[in-house]
């Protein structure tokens, strides 16, 4: 399906009118310059590790000098790479701003060590006293709060710097042969009557087709792909798995998952009570998977019908349309997100056309104050119209962010997705009242197609990462025992939905979020932040008013206080499972329309 609309690209021209340009060749030196001057600041006030020290005009002084000007440097080192970044996104062979980016890189080397310095001498200051006299650290004290408990976990200086540098080739170097192995990794297969050895991506892609013989042969490639290239993907598993054992326990954290929870704002109670009501909801999906197969004329789903399409939609939504259709929409919940949303699509912040060296995907990156730009693919369909409202969801939230400093701007993962999912469901709730069933069925099977992956499989990655970890304790893993726990994972969560016989065993090698020794558990926190959103419309559709009252200022505190604090403004306790539970019942709604509509279309 095409669009015959030409699509708009975005205008960086209001940063700097080129990447050749004076400006922003004056605009590159100062923001390097800008970092040098900040660490010789660093220095002079010896910001790092320190022992305690009693908090007096003199250290208040300097803690507002400091701070002030450590805000006001990641502010503008954002501008100017999210700048360079939009070029890189649209164009991968662009080599200038390549070099630029590579030429930035030390600098932004620089400043993280700066920020691990910050943190650390945050913890040799009596928080409370500083907070009680300066209203600069009043403004900042979830910020100093959270640098205070995160110093007590840094190890000392000289082992933080050796860790670091050790990680260039230990964890990082690992995660690199991950990546490079799999986006070089070729696999053989027959398509008709030829014998293609097309990239493991567009191997993945094929479980998209509508021809099942298509997607099992896909799936029998890459199966037998993985376990071609298995042995050093284990390698680098068990050796990045060993190294964060090791960093976790010198820095004073009782687990991996401790830290992880600590790094996304949330405790262990909540955690627990959000993964009880996902597991309650598994045969809700369960319900969802087996609609699926009757509709595809299949007893029982295999692995690689999960993405099979369903359905058939006749409408075409040209980007116009789109942009419409989202500000109405927007406008039925407040003005000024419906003013936000046309103000996007009139000062071009939206980069919507696929073309060669663009990245694929969607995201959204803040910009400068309360500009952020979209990276977009669009597609004329009501997927490509959900997408462009997600990820303004994502621009609003920057928009409301817009007030604050960088330090008070800083949001954990499990945070990030509350405007982007709240936005996605107001125009999907919308679009299946003016759509006929037939169209209902697409839309209502992409939703759950994403949630299924949100909930239950994000269930099984996380049971399979605790379970790694807490074997890697004694020794490494080999091929088979990760290919088991997977499986077992998957049966777990899965259960009847799926044919047991037709799993992914592999999915440890296919994951890339496995291969960060920075970012462990990087899976419940996409659960948190699909729960929380549609939470949170839930809560909007019981008491609207009330509900519009508190809102932006949630978004607009979401650096500054942790999950558990914000949701209590709506008196929402995340530490049961009430909560989740609410969240889980729009996607039991959905299943339940699903149901009702694909046995009318069966029939």
């Not at 190890?155 to 230990?170: D, T």
């Amino acid at each position: 399906m095409t669009t015959s609309q030409t699509l708009p690209h975005w205008d960086m021209t209001v940063v700097y009118p080129s990447l050749e340009s004076p400006e922003f060749v004056e605009g590159f030196g100062s923001g390097i310059q800008d970092i040098a001057d900040l660490a010789r600041l660093f220095d002079a006030h010896t910001i790092m590790e320190q022992p305690s020290q009693a908090v007096d005009d003199a250290v208040v002084q300097t803690f507002e000098t400091v701070t002030t000007r450590y805000n006001a440097v990641f502010d503008s080192i954002r501008t100017l790479v999210a700048y360079i970044n939009s070029f890189i996104l649209t164009n991968s062979q662009d080599k200038i701003a390549q070099a630029r980016m590579s030429e930035l890189q030390s600098s932004l080397v620089t400043l993280s060590l700066l920020g691990t310095r910050y943190t650390a001498w945050i913890g040799s200051l009596d928080v409370e006293a500083l907070i009680e006299q300066s209203q600069l650290a009043s403004e900042h004290a979830y910020a100093l709060h959270k640098a205070k408990e995160q110093a007590a976990h840094l190890m000392p200086q000289a082992e933080e710097s050796l860790a670091a540098e050790l990680n260039v080739s230990g964890g990082t170097a690992w995660a690199r042969l991950h990546g490079n192995v799999t986006s070089q990794l070729n696999v053989p297969i027959e398509v008709g009557r030829q014998r293609l050895t097309p990239p493991m991506s567009m191997i993945r892609n094929m479980a998209y087709d509508a021809d099942r013989s298509v997607r099992y042969r896909a799936y029998e490639a890459e199966l037998a792909g993985w376990k071609r290239v298995a042995l050093p993907l284990a390698a680098a598993l068990n050796s990045i798995k060993s190294e964060v054992l090791v960093v976790t326990q010198r820095r004073h954290w009782e687990s991996p998952l401790d830290a992880s929870l600590f790094a996304n704002s949330i405790d262990r109670q909540t955690l627990n009570a959000m993964l009880a009501a996902a597991r309650a909801s598994f045969p809700d999906f369960r319900r969802y998977l087996q609609a699926k197969a009757r509709v595809l004329g299949l007893t029982r789903l295999a692995w690689y019908d999960l993405f099979a399409p369903v359905g058939i939609s006749n409408r075409v939504w040209e980007f116009d349309e789109a942009a419409r259709f989202i500000i109405e929409q927007f406008d039925t919940y407040s003005s000024r997100l419906s003013d936000f949303a046309a103000r996007a699509f009139r000062e071009r912040w939206i980069d919507a056309e696929p073309r060669p060296g663009k990245r694929d995907g969607a995201n959204c990156v803040s910009l400068r104050k309360d500009e952020s730009r979209i990276l977009a693919n669009f597609k004329p369909t009501f997927g490509g119209v959900s997408t462009l409202a997600h990820e303004l969801g994502h621009g609003y939230h920057n928009l409301n962010l817009a007030q604050r400093t960088s330090l008070q701007r800083s949001h954990p993962m499990t945070l990030a997705e509350t405007a982007s999912i709240f936005c996605e469901t107001i125009i999907r709730q919308a679009a299946l009242k003016q759509v006929d069933e037939h169209e209902q069925i697409v839309i209502l099977e992409a939703a759950l197609q994403g949630t299924c992956q949100v909930v239950v499989d994000i269930s099984s990655r996380f049971l399979f990462e605790q379970r790694i970890f807490e074997k890697r304790k004694q020794r490494e893993l080999s091929i088979d025992e990760f290919n088991t726990l997977v499986l077992e994972a998957q049966r777990e969560t899965y259960g009847n939905g799926l044919d047991e016989s037709m799993l992914h065993p592999y999915m440890w090698a296919v994951k890339q979020h496995y291969y960060s020794s920075g970012r462990s558990f990087y899976n419940y926190p996409y659960m948190f932040g699909q729960l929380f959103g549609l939470g949170l419309y839930a809560r909007y559709q019981q008491e609207p008013e009330m509900f519009k009252r508190g809102y932006d200022e949630l978004l607009s505190s979401t650096g500054m206080a942790d999950a558990a604090t914000l949701a209590a403004r709506f008196g929402i306790d995340l530490r049961t499972e009430d909560f989740w539970r609410a969240s889980l019942d729009i996607i039991r709604r959905d299943i339940d329309q699903f149901e009702a509509l694909t046995r009318a279309y069966v029939s």
